[in-house]
């Protein structure tokens, strides 16, 4: 593990010195097994004076060359002037990260090369895992290398042996090995990787209690040793006789790896328990929250070498001992997905919050920032203050840097059988808007509804230290994930309560109430408890489900009555609490049809099969529109005033219905659908054409067609220009002639009406079934 100082590296190279070029056996390893592809590009990370980087572009690669010594890339540029198709890049790939567009990543590599310098990286397996993440589909990366048995003692320190060999080839489906003078020429594929969490044999019985210390750095990366079992394990050991855990965890940190811990800094965790074979196993996890010193190999008959691992490369790395693997995940839950489960215990005791990111975290947040403000999403200065100041990437810590900020992507993290999106950190963007709508001030209380952390602490820079966010999911995998993320890098201000969201948090609700309420799922009602434990003239901001389309709606309460005042377009993951519902829904045409009602009430479909084995009646709206066109409100519009509305979902190819998901309508054994028809194509979006059609089927089918057509032209003509309509949320069971003017949506809990431009009486129902169409005046 002996590492070389950049001054070392500048002297070695500005005297003159280098490293033996490349032979003929390597050339031809290389020729053999990656050659270029047509327009083929390859980074060869350490290319010292170049003489690798020159013989990948004699192959035909566009080279990226990578050294962190400037000497070595002066003399690089000097030596090989006249060679096209190489770019030197000074740069440190341990502490500055790897090459972004601006650098030449774009698009990624086809090879990536490692040659004479991998021993030197102390952190070798993260940043392989770093340069495979750049690899194009069907890219390698080739390490050349001296091996300890070709290499005399005194400069062994530059060779790698079979362990640390085997160690490089960790976590890539594909590693072929060659010999070529002596050195070992590794290529890899299949970067993306998977971990396995592996058993010893059968614990000695003094072993059986055993302590594990979860160690981070200053950029956050966790403390992993390579065991000469060919395993990654954390430090730690058994606890010995009168010990307590955290002691055990301290000592066996410093006897395997140097480093010094005091045990106050210490905390137990969890309590784990498994069975191994006939045994108990415990296993206490201490987060050791501080240490001191420097690595070193102190047990080199147990590990190979011991190296920071960024969170997020966990899951790719290779065999990893099971107590170890299951520790981690206790403390950062969701690193290491897929471990069978094991017993276990919590521990009540208050572990403070653990400071720790790499420089690139830094400036990705303040990019993502930036992009959300200049995209008017941020405009209060508080909430720019928070995107800011609080660590995202700390609550998904499964992902990369990149993918945790950026600013228009939601991150997955607990997903349903098959594969749906059940829990989600939603983008920034949409956070932003939605806790900038909450209009809060230092010092108030808020409630969230659906948990993961990051939102409630965004939530908690807002209101200030005086302030409170109580944060409430039915999960209880996402309650811990909540509770243990925010342990980490949290502001100690956040409570996570497992509940029904559908609920609220009663046992929690301040005097006077919330002075906001968030909801991070679609809810397709207003739940009672949202209102009644809201502050009088508090908001309210609730992805609200409307006829099947989504939209974050701010609600200010002014005594039992819920006054809409924002909308914002939006997606979210549903509601799985009591109130959620299953939507109505009929297959027609043998499946190839699918009818839903997502306001919740059903249709009559009786005739409708008969219906779609006729003809099609087609009718053109009169709306034609040009380049990118924003319907969402007309979305709106006919799924709250369309007697009869319903969705209609085919697949892809459809001979009976040409859009794939479509507003519809049906009564009367008849259906009519919206649907946009290309009138013009061309190379710019602004210079295209579309139109709205009405197509319908059934007896009825063309005056359904003519009321649905009727509905677009006046949208088209009283709403369009004015945006959403103003709209109230009341009690279910508020009598209509309590009621303002306007369409009335019905849901179990709430009467929604919307006040749409010349629509001002009341219209009761539209979602009741019927023999007849109610739709907008006719032109």
């Given amino acids: 593990m002996r590492q070389v100082r950049k001054e070392a590296w500048q002297e070695h190279y500005e005297g003159g010195r280098g490293f033996r070029p490349p032979g003929d056996a390597e050339r031809a390893l290389l020729a053999e097994h990656v050659p270029a592809p047509e327009g083929g590009r390859a980074l060869d990370a350490g290319c010292g004076t170049g003489e690798l980087a020159v013989a990948l572009a004699g192959m035909g690669y566009q080279v990226d060359a990578v050294d962190f010594t400037e000497g070595a890339l002066v003399r690089a540029r000097a030596e090989h002037a006249a060679v096209p198709g190489v770019r030197w890049l000074r740069l440190d790939l341990e502490q500055c990260g790897l090459p972004g567009p601006a650098e030449g990543a774009e698009g990624g590599y086809d090879l990536v090369t490692l040659r004479l310098s991998v021993a030197f990286f102390r952190n070798r397996s993260s940043v392989l895992?770093?340069?495979?993440?750049?690899?194009?589909?069907?890219?390698a990366i080739v390490v050349?290398?001296?091996?300890?048995?070709?290499?005399?003692?005194?400069?062994?320190?530059?060779?790698?042996?079979?362990?640390?060999?085997?160690?490089?080839?960790?976590?890539?489906?594909?590693?072929?090995r060659f010999e070529a003078d002596g050195l070992a020429v590794l290529v890899l594929r299949g970067a993306g990787g998977s971990f396995t969490a592996v058993e010893k044999g059968r614990p000695n019985p003094q072993a059986v209690a055993g302590a594990a210390a979860v160690v981070t750095d200053a950029a956050g990366r966790v403390l992993l040793g390579r065991s000469t079992k060919g395993m990654w394990e954390l430090p730690g050991g058994r606890i010995e006789a009168g010990e307590s855990a955290q002691a055990a965890a301290?000592?066996?940190?410093?006897?395997?790896?140097?480093?010094?811990?005091?045990?106050?800094?210490?905390?137990?965790?969890?309590?784990?328990?498994?069975?191994?074979?006939?045994?108990?196993?415990?296993?206490?996890?201490?987060?050791?929250?501080?240490?001191?010193?420097?690595l070193t190999l102190r047990e080199p008959e147990k590990f190979v070498r011991w190296e920071w691992h960024p969170l997020h490369t966990l899951a790719a790395l290779g065999a990893v001992f099971m107590p170890s693997a299951q520790s981690l995940n206790a403390?950062?839950?969701?690193?290491?997905?897929?471990?069978?489960?094991?017993?276990?215990?919590?521990?009540?005791?208050?572990?403070?919050?653990?400071?720790?990111?790499?420089?690139?975290?830094?400036?990705?947040?303040?990019?993502?920032?930036?992009?959300?403000?200049?995209?008017?999403?941020?405009?209060?200065?508080?909430?720019?203050?928070?995107?800011?100041?609080?660590?995202?990437?700390?609550?998904?810590?499964?992902?990369?840097?990149?993918t945790a900020y950026h600013d228009d992507h939601a991150v997955v993290t607990v997903r349903g059988a098959p594969g749906t999106a059940v829990s989600s950190v939603s983008a920034a963007w949409l956070q932003a808007d939605m806790a900038g709508r909450l209009r809060l001030e230092p010092g108030m209380n808020v409630l969230e509804v659906g948990s993961g952390g990051y939102d409630a602490e965004l939530l908690a820079h807002i209101v200030g230290e005086r302030g409170r966010v109580v944060t409430v999911d039915l999960d209880p995998y996402v309650v811990h994930r909540t509770r243990r993320l925010c342990a980490e890098a949290g502001s100690g201000r956040v409570t996570a309560v497992l509940g029904d969201g559908g609920l609220g948090a009663p046992s929690h609700v301040p005097a006077g109430g919330f002075d906001g309420i968030v909801i991070t799922h679609t809810a397709t009602d207003i739940a009672p408890a949202w209102r009644e434990?809201?502050?009088?003239?508090?908001?309210?901001?609730?992805?609200?489900?409307?006829?099947?389309?989504?939209?974050?709606?701010?609600?200010?309460?002014?005594?039992?009555?819920?006054?809409?005042?924002?909308?914002?377009?939006?997606?979210?993951?549903?509601?799985?609490?009591?109130?959620?519902?299953?939507?109505?829904?009929?297959?027609?045409?043998d499946g190839a049809v699918t009818v839903r009602w997502e306001n919740g009430v059903p249709g009559r479909t009786g005739g409708l099969d008969e219906a779609l084995r006729g003809p099609r009646h087609e009718l053109a709206t009169g709306l034609v529109v040009a380049g990118r066109f924003n319907f969402e409100t007309l979305q709106i519009f006919a799924a709250s005033t369309l007697a009869g509305f319903c969705r209609l979902t085919v697949p892809d190819g459809s001979a009976l219905v040409a859009q794939r998901d479509a507003a519809a309508v049906v009564a009367d054994g008849s259906l009519a659908y919206l649907t946009l028809v290309k009138l013009h194509d061309a190379p710019e979006p602004a210079g295209s054409r579309h139109a709205f059609h009405i197509h319908a089927y059934g007896p009825a089918g063309p005056e359904l067609a003519r009321?649905?057509?009727?509905?677009?032209?006046?949208?088209?003509?009283?709403?369009?220009?004015?945006?959403?309509?103003?709209?109230?949320?009341?009690?279910?069971?508020?009598?209509?002639?309590?009621l303002p003017p306007g369409d009335v949506l019905e849901k179990p809990a709430s009467r929604l009406v919307f006040g749409w431009p010349g629509r001002d009486v009341r219209v009761t129902g539209p979602d009741a079934p019927s023999e007849t169409v109610v739709a907008g005046q006719s032109t």
């Fill in 129 to 139: 895992r770093a340069l495979g993440a750049l690899l194009r589909e069907g890219g």
């Fill in 144 to 176: 050349i290398t001296p091996v300890v048995e070709h290499t005399p003692p005194e400069r062994r320190h530059i060779a790698l042996d079979e362990n640390e060999l085997s160690a490089i080839a960790d976590g890539f489906e594909e590693a072929l």
């Fill in 250 to 294: 301290v000592r066996e940190l410093a006897e395997e790896t140097g480093l010094t811990a005091r045990v106050e800094d210490a905390h137990v965790i969890t309590v784990l328990h498994d069975d191994r074979l006939d045994m108990r196993r415990i296993s206490p996890v201490v987060r050791i929250t501080a240490w001191d010193g420097g």
């Fill in 331 to 402: 403390v950062f839950p969701g690193v290491l997905p897929g471990l069978p489960p094991v017993h276990s215990y919590p521990c009540t005791s208050a572990v403070p919050p653990v400071p720790g990111e790499p420089a690139e975290a830094a400036r990705l947040r303040e990019r993502m920032a930036d992009r959300v403000i200049r995209k008017g999403w941020a405009p209060s200065a508080r909430v720019r203050a928070a995107l800011r100041a609080v660590p995202r990437h700390r609550f998904v810590p499964e992902v990369p840097l990149s």
């Fill in 533 to 589: 434990q809201l502050a009088e003239g508090g908001r309210l901001v609730v992805p609200l489900e409307i006829g099947g389309y989504t939209r974050s709606v701010t609600l200010v309460r002014r005594a039992d009555t819920l006054y809409a005042e924002h909308w914002t377009y939006c997606g979210f993951v549903r509601d799985r609490g009591a109130a959620a519902r299953t939507v109505p829904l009929v297959r027609l045409a």
């Fill in 707 to 738: 009321r649905f057509a009727a509905c677009v032209r006046t949208w088209d003509r009283d709403v369009r220009a004015s945006g959403y309509p103003s709209m109230s949320v009341h009690p279910a069971g508020t009598p209509d002639d309590h």
